[in-house]
């Protein structure tokens, strides 16, 4: 059973334009919501994070914003740039019998020059 | 900076063999955690260690052991290579594991068992 769930496996954008990844999860007990970015042949980085308390969270370019009632959330990469093409996994925390970090399947941006 | 390193970047092995990976952190970190990505699954937690000789099961166990003799090193033990374990396998670190703290990745080890 998939606890948090990307259901885009892949995402193409223009460069400059905004790019929109989405990630829904089915355990309200999650306490916190990660951003990870992983290029080929390295490991995730960390990106950004917003608390269950929050809808929104902002860090330059990376913008996550969190509908709680929705069970919903989405990373927004405004401009998008080429170097952004990665794998982006979304991940949630929180007391769910273990303090495990729960990820799901990722989605690979492509961003178009 | 903290830094995750990861032993072998590729590693061929046969079936039946006993594997060990490796993973090393420099930061002092409690947490170490044992991870494979695989296309359309994602990253699937095989063990954690919240201190030195401790150790918990996370989400797919089967076939896999842990050992953490030391703080700064966690080791990935598959007693009996199968060819339905080839994958990469990621190892992270962090501080405690609670609250909005993220975890830090090595490089990952991509595995191929034959």
């Known amino acids: 059973d998939q606890q948090v769930k990307q259901n885009s496996p892949s995402l193409s954008v223009q460069e400059g334009r905004i790019s929109i990844l989405n990630c829904d999860y089915t355990n309200s007990m999650f306490d916190y919501f990660l951003w990870y970015k992983k290029y080929p042949a390295e490991g995730p980085t960390f990106l950004i994070s917003i608390s269950s308390i929050k809808d929104k969270n902002e860090d330059g370019r990376f913008t996550v914003f969190l509908n709680k009632s929705a069970k919903h959330l989405s990373l927004h990469i405004v401009p998008s740039q080429p170097g952004d093409s990665a794998v982006y996994f979304c991940?949630?925390?929180?007391?769910?019998?273990?303090?495990?970090?729960?990820f799901g399947a990722g989605t690979r941006l492509f961003v178009k020059a | 900076d903290v830094k995750v390193t990861q032993s072998s970047r590729y590693l061929v092995k046969r079936t039946g063999e006993k594997v060990f990976l490796e993973c090393v952190q420099d930061?002092?970190?409690?947490?170490m955690f044992w991870y494979r990505q695989d296309p359309g699954l994602g990253l699937r937690l095989i063990y954690f260690?919240?201190?030195?000789?401790?150790?918990e099961k996370g989400d797919i166990p089967e076939g896999y052991s842990v050992s953490r003799e030391k703080k700064e090193r966690f080791s990935l033990i598959l007693e009996s290579a199968s060819t339905n374990q080839t994958s990469m396998y990621l190892c992270a670190s962090s501080l405690t594991g609670t609250g909005p703290e993220a975890q830090h990745f090595g490089d990952g080890t991509r595995l191929s068992i034959l």
């Open positions: 260690s919240y201190d030195v000789k401790m150790k």
């Open positions: 991940a949630a925390k929180g007391y769910t019998g273990g303090f495990k970090t729960i």
């Open positions: 930061m002092d970190h409690e947490n």
